[in-house]
């Protein structure tokens, strides 16, 4: 049972590159998140997908693109990379039960520098 | 709306001494709260969490953290630090709406001295 899985752990590209960040839950939950992480400001939410099938926008969505692969599966593109999409980022999910009583558990992160 | 706001970005104890960290929220209803504990290099980690059972709870490795909702606080304690909490703490409040959304605060940075 390896939880929330992310590939790759560092990156480093230059601007206008694209790449996808993975992620992958081996617990069965029905809900999954995109974070990024900047200094001095807790986590903010990229996108969201409540459901297999379904995705939204969160707090900081723009610059980038999301895809719920299967109930499993829920990947994140930069389509056009910024510097300013220098972050780390991090993959969450939960089982949704509604209420909001949820635990979120977290991936280990992916350290992104854009040059 | 709802917010977060962890009252110091960093916090220094020396080894064998009590560890607070505080966090007040804002909320138009009963949240529920959570702590988060991130190891430099490493994703977030559940410390404990509130669903409006009883007002103290208890976590993982000697903490716990007691909701006063007249007080809108939740603030986090430990009796006695360890080398090894040296860390970065969320405090989290989560809402229903579709989904399960949270709202972090911006952290604090605990270090912990011999």
């Known amino acids: 049972n390896a939880g929330v899985t992310q590939t790759p752990k560092f990156q480093v590209l230059k601007t206008g590159q694209s790449m996808t960040l993975q992620c992958a839950q081996d617990?069965?939950?029905?809900?999954m998140y995109w974070y990024r992480q900047d200094p001095g400001m807790g986590l903010r939410l990229i996108y969201y997908?409540?459901?297999?099938?379904?995705?939204d926008k969160g707090e900081v969505p723009n610059g980038y693109n999301v895809s719920r692969l299967n109930k499993r599966e829920f990947s994140l593109r930069l389509e056009s990379a910024a510097p300013s999409q220098t972050s780390v980022y991090f993959c969450?999910?939960?089982?949704?039960?509604?209420?909001?009583?949820?635990?979120?558990?977290f991936g280990p992160g992916t350290r992104l520098t854009v040059l | 709306a709802q917010s977060v706001t962890q009252l110091d970005s960093h916090v220094s104890v020396s080894e064998g001494t009590p560890v607070l960290l505080r966090c007040n929220y804002s909320?138009?209803?009963?949240?529920?709260l959570f702590w988060y504990v991130q190891h430099p290099n490493k994703g977030l980690q559940l410390l404990l969490k509130?669903?409006?059972?009883?007002?103290l709870v208890k976590g993982i490795n000697g903490f716990e953290a007691e909701f006063k909702k007249s007080e809108t606080s939740f603030h986090l304690t430990k009796p006695s630090a360890h080398m090894s909490d040296a860390a970065e703490y969320f405090c989290?409040?989560?809402?229903?709406?579709?989904?399960?959304?949270?709202?972090f605060g911006a952290g604090t940075r605990l270090a912990v001295h011999p």
């Open positions: 509130y669903t409006s059972a009883a007002t």
């Open positions: 617990m069965n939950h029905n809900s």
């Open positions: 909320s138009s209803y009963s949240p529920s």
């Open positions: 989290v409040v989560s809402f229903s709406g579709g989904y399960n959304k949270l709202i």
């Open positions: 997908s409540a459901s297999e099938g379904t995705t």
């Open positions: 969450a999910s939960s089982e949704n039960r509604g209420g909001g009583t949820d635990t979120q558990y």
